[in-house]
């Protein structure tokens, strides 16, 4: 018998039953639920009379519509309002455990997961977000579904799947110093494309996965969505079981040894067969800037904005120059001289402490920028919140001239108060610099968090490596 | 869900790759607890050139003129007909609704983003991959002929052309029955509750910790 990828024994393990055209059931061992993809879903059971398969399996917390200042005010949008209290209510007549918009644990849905020790090694994971993959960090397999597969998986905690085939991302060698995950995951959606692991489920190996946290390599599968794939993964080792070890919903005593010795089969064999690789090396991968209106339009932070003339496929560079209109910006502009209105940092891609940590060290000591009309931090959850004021993060956030915000996913995706007005520049954390994402006519760059704490401090992007820190 | 068999419609031309679901139907209008009433903010930030929001009046509000969809001739468009990766980025449901309520039943394009493409089928709304010459071939036609249409057929899988021609397209045997029959997916799967059942208890008793979750 050949080996198994990871990804394979996850499955093989969560399959209940396959029919002759590979439709597979798929037992699902959580979901995690927010106030905007289950409304609908929730009514869906009760107009079918239908009662959740198992409750303890969902957790549910309001993360995308909650403001990020005077939350004991509550939420003045009566239309945001009514959602997350019909999260509420939901969780409530239905049985779901559910973390309160005041409620300490309250966070991004993928960062309080495995702050809770909710994401567990092995596990399927499933959410109404496409940023779900963030999961497949901890070696599950984990992907966003849509609102109704959240009622499917409700009703009957198993999904109809058909098997993706496997991608391995190998990132050999050793980052630089002032390199981060995000400018990893950066340089991967470049080099492949938006579509380019569409069909796979991705999993990253290499000495420099290894070498990341695990909030790195959170950051590293958030994004495998932007590749196009659905579920990105990275094998076990110490630092994942390390990081579980002692939170509310990990296991304990005794059987915390049998799940660790469960865990510690989750990598791939190394006679598994991938369908198709991809390697990078760490050493020459630069701190990463987005120039355009999709992921893949990124360059190194000393380049220039492209140039469509030089793009051969017709598509793709009606594509570059539609970017350009929409970002108002010329070729070969260096992105240096590129000059941001607001800085944002937070979300599910870098909104947990070491996100943090990592911009405060370059912050510490230092202004924003006159040209910077807001710069703001919020944190991806209460407890990251608790942790970085510990830390004393926040007072050197504001001593700089950031706001400092309660947690949610916030301007990533400008569902609350946060947003871009039309024609502002964004040197933005998050993940999508689609048109319109940060708020309509606003224009996103995507950058880690260190790169987004030295433009802020700035006035332009400059490459973070240029600052003492 | 709505069967889906044949369809004989006008079609309407977007030449953009990498249409995201942010532009489908922006997120102001994800705040409605409803799976209806997306179809007038379909494609709001280019369709409109005012600022959206939900529970809008936009038979008032200015249209773009220069987007396809506000021109005349692709009014009461049933077919979109679109480039690479339509459909990328977030989850949201709400894209397939807003197509579906605006009138769209299919969608023809080279690719689809794969969470999306799933929930079209979850809706009754047809999204087909045909080969890159063919769809070169449909946009031509589409911006030459006035009133294009195509004719769909599911069973067969084809899409034929009022210039002749027939092309063959395939997706999955399963979602093709669960169109052709209007199936629910939760139903079928309901089917199958002692095979689950089954399992769960197998997954239990070698994960046990999976099963012991604290109240909160």
């Given at each position: 018998m050949t080996g198994r990828t990871l990804y394979e024994k996850i499955w093989d393990s969560h399959v209940v039953r396959c029919d002759s055209d590979g439709t597979c059931l798929l037992y699902v061992d959580r979901q995690l639920v927010h106030e905007v993809t289950s409304p609908q879903a929730f009514e869906g059971l009760r107009l079918a009379g239908r009662k959740p398969w198992r409750v303890d399996a969902s957790l549910a917390v309001p993360d995308h519509n909650v403001p990020t200042v005077d939350r004991l005010l509550g939420i003045s949008d009566p239309i945001s309002r009514l959602q997350v209290e019909t999260l509420e209510k939901n969780c409530t007549e239905f049985g779901i455990p559910l973390f309160k918009m005041n409620d300490i644990r309250q966070g991004i849905v993928h960062v309080i997961g495995p702050e809770q020790g909710a994401t567990l090694p092995g596990m399927t994971i499933v959410c109404g977000?496409?940023?779900?993959?963030?999961?497949?960090?901890?070696?599950t397999l984990a992907f966003g579904i849509g609102t109704s597969e959240v009622e499917h998986v409700l009703a009957t905690q198993c999904l109809l799947q058909k098997k993706s085939k496997n991608l391995l991302i190998s990132v050999d060698g050793q980052l630089g110093p002032g390199v981060t995950a995000k400018d990893i995951i950066l340089a991967i959606i470049g080099q492949i494309g938006t579509a380019g692991a569409t069909g796979y489920t991705i999993e990253y190996a290499g000495a420099a996965i290894r070498a990341l946290s695990m909030e790195g390599r959170m950051t590293i599968c958030n994004m495998s969505i932007e590749a196009g794939a659905r579920a990105g993964l990275v094998a076990v080792d110490d630092k994942t079981i390390d990081y579980l070890q002692g939170r509310p919903f990990a296991p304990q005593g005794g059987e915390w040894e049998q799940a660790v010795a469960a865990w510690r089969q989750l990598t791939s064999d190394a006679d598994a067969c991938f369908d198709r690789t991809v390697q990078l090396d760490a050493a020459i991968i630069q701190p990463h800037v987005s120039w355009g209106t999709s992921p893949e339009m990124v360059v190194p932070v000393d380049g220039c904005v492209p140039d469509p003339a030089a793009e051969p496929n017709p598509v793709k560079r009606k594509g570059m120059e539609d970017a350009l209109v929409y970002m108002d910006l010329q070729p070969g502009t260096r992105i240096v001289d590129i000059r941001p209105d607001k800085v944002f940092i937070g979300s599910c891609?870098?909104?947990?402490i070491e996100d943090l940590r990592a911009a405060a060290a370059v912050l510490k000591g230092r202004k924003i920028a006159a040209n910077i009309k807001l710069a703001m931090v919020v944190p991806g959850s209460g407890l990251v919140k608790q942790q970085a004021e510990a830390e004393g993060l926040d007072t050197i956030f504001t001593n700089a001239g950031f706001e400092w915000r309660e947690p949610?996913?916030?301007?990533?995706?400008?569902?609350?108060?946060?947003r871009l007005e039309p024609k502002e520049r964004s040197a933005s954390t998050s993940n999508r610099n689609f048109e319109g994402r940060q708020g309509q006519g606003g224009r996103t760059h995507l950058v880690s968090p260190a790169m987004a704490a030295a433009a802020a401090v700035a006035g332009h992007f400059i490459d973070v490596r240029e600052l003492e820190i | 869900m709505e069967k889906f068999a044949q369809l004989d419609g006008l079609v309407a031309p977007l030449?953009?790759?990498?249409?995201d679901t942010d532009a489908i139907i922006?997120?102001?209008?994800?705040?409605?607890?409803?799976?209806?009433?997306?179809g007038p903010f379909l494609f709001d930030e280019w369709r409109y050139l005012d600022h959206g929001e939900p529970d809008?009046?936009?038979?008032?509000r200015p249209r773009n003129p220069d987007f396809i969809l506000n021109q005349p001739r692709y009014q009461g468009a049933q077919i979109l007909l679109t480039r690479e990766n339509f459909g990328c980025g977030s989850s949201r449901e709400h894209a397939p609704w807003a197509l579906l309520d605006y009138g769209f039943r299919a969608l023809i394009g080279p690719s689809f983003a794969d969470i999306f493409r799933n929930n079209c089928y979850k809706n009754g709304v047809l999204p087909l991959t045909l080969a890159p010459a063919e769809i070169e071939q449909l946009f031509r036609e589409v911006a030459a002929i006035p009133g294009y249409r195509l004719q769909i057929d599911l069973e067969s899988e084809t899409v034929s052309t009022p210039t002749g021609a027939t092309f063959q397209f395939s997706i999955d045997p399963f979602r093709r029955q669960c169109l052709l029959n209007g199936l629910d997916d939760i139903d079928l799967t309901l089917q199958h509750v002692a095979e689950i059942t089954a399992f769960e208890e197998r997954h239990r008793q070698a994960n046990p910790w999976l099963f012991r979750n604290p109240e909160i």
């Open positions: 977000d496409s940023h779900t993959a963030t999961h497949g960090a901890f070696a891609t870098n909104g947990r949610g996913c916030s301007m990533c995706l400008a569902m609350n108060a946060d | 030449d953009r790759s990498n249409v922006p997120k102001q209008f994800l705040k409605s607890i409803k799976r209806t009433g997306f809008m009046d936009c038979s008032e």
